[in-house]
């Protein structure tokens, strides 16, 4: 029993060393995909064409999502083409940082005044971007050849 042990334990730290060198750059890839696709998909809902928003999405912005603070309309054009800009510039990783936060922002606000029952999805959303807020767009990013072009060392924004 002891000596089968000794070889499971083995197993699981040779398994984990392998996975310990998978870099970075591919959960900020993968997060930056799955991040433009959650936001951009959903802005595509809300036009028509290129960008016009449907009346539709007023009455959604009117009604069911019914935000403190800002007119309807208002709420709707904003949220509308934050989510069109800022999850283009998450996938290209260009301003990454403050795009992941700009979308944290909404995210927050979706939970909070709107689908507060969501949080298990709005949880994932911000896990994703708490990451990109916190590392970046990582090694295959406008950020990063930016930066290597600029002699720095690390993304700054």
Known sequence: MGELFQQASRLILQVNSILARIPDWTYASLMRVAVFFVFFLSA?????GFMTLKSS???LFENEYALPVIPSAW???????AEHVFSVLVLVG???RL???ALLVMTAVIQIFVYPEAYV???TWAAMLLYLVSKGGGLFSVDEAVARTLGQDKQVW
């Not at 595509?44 to 028509?48: E, L, M």
């Not at 709420?75 to 083409?81: D, L, P, R, S, V």
């Open 44 to 48: 595509r809902t809300k036009v028509d």
């Open 57 to 59: 999405t007023f009455y």
């Open 75 to 81: 709420a709707a054009y904003m949220a509308t083409y």
């Open 94 to 96: 260009l301003a990454t």
């Open 99 to 101: 795009s992941a936060l």
């Open 121 to 123: 999805v709005h949880m």
